[in-house]
């Protein structure tokens, strides 16, 4: 059963420290996506990598938040130093980026963080 | 503007009703159109992709495509208590060479009453 898998499922910390979330897409995809979903402003797009590359991360706040690709089963998103206004689900997909069903992603469970 | 926007609803039909999910993007040359469908506390799920004008049909539900007035929109037959979640339309927006962006819109939240 191939899927998304996103760890750790949910994250209490305090203001200030430091927050990694890890992401393993599903095996033969090469585009992964962190997107953070609020009540507020819904799914937002964070960053996105192609094979490994980051293609865009515009939407993603570059004082605190950096997205690493190490390899290809694994993404990063971290924030440093996180606040409360960073309280909220993140969510990774990845895709098969091939075609016009490359442009299909799937979702993880998400992390769900809380900063106080 | 924002490039993808729905209704956030709620929308709510009695159980055995036709339920009509909207939505407008922005951006003329989008190829690519998706509903995913996302229980609450859960993670979005694809439930239908369209690529070209027209219907598209997959047992209950049934796509809708009309680039030229940037229109997509999904509908539910004989909706069931089941359907209750939020849908999100989203569209693959081209900021330009190789970069390809999935654009979710806010969700319009469906509620199916028995």
């Known amino acids: 059963d191939a899927r998304v898998t996103q760890t750790p499922r949910h994250k209490v910390t305090e203001m200030g420290q430091e927050v990694t979330m890890r992401c393993q897409p599903i095996?033969?995809?090469?585009?992964v996506f962190w997107y953070r979903q609020t009540m507020m402003q819904g799914l937002e797009l964070l960053a996105y990598f192609r094979n490994r590359a980051p293609l865009d991360d515009s939407g993603m706040p570059k004082d605190r938040f950096s997205a690493e690709m190490p390899d290809a089963t694994l993404a990063t998103l971290k924030i440093q130093p996180s606040e409360p206004r960073d309280s909220a689900v993140y969510f990774c997909?990845?895709?098969?980026?091939?075609?016009?069903?490359?442009?299909?992603?799937?979702f993880g469970e998400g992390s769900w963080l809380t900063v106080v | 503007q924002k490039e993808v926007e729905q209704n956030s609803g709620p929308l709510s039909v009695p159980e055995g009703a036709i339920a009509s999910l909207n939505c407008t993007y922005s951006d003329r040359g989008s190829q690519s159109f998706f509903w995913y469908r996302q229980y609450s506390g859960k993670s979005p799920e694809l439930i239908m992709s369209i690529y070209s004008n027209g219907d598209k049909e997959d047992g209950r539900f049934t796509a809708q495509l009309n680039k030229a007035s940037q229109y997509v929109s999904l509908l539910i037959r004989d909706s069931q208590p089941s359907d209750s979640a939020t849908y999100l339309c989203?569209?693959?927006?081209?900021?330009?060479?190789?970069?390809?962006?999935?654009?979710f819109g806010t969700g319009t939240l469906l509620a199916v009453q028995p």
């Open positions: 997909a990845s895709g098969p980026s091939r075609g016009r069903s490359g442009n299909t992603i799937y």
């Open positions: 989203a569209v693959n927006v081209n900021y330009g060479g190789a970069t390809n962006k999935l654009i």
């Open positions: 095996l033969g995809h090469n585009t």
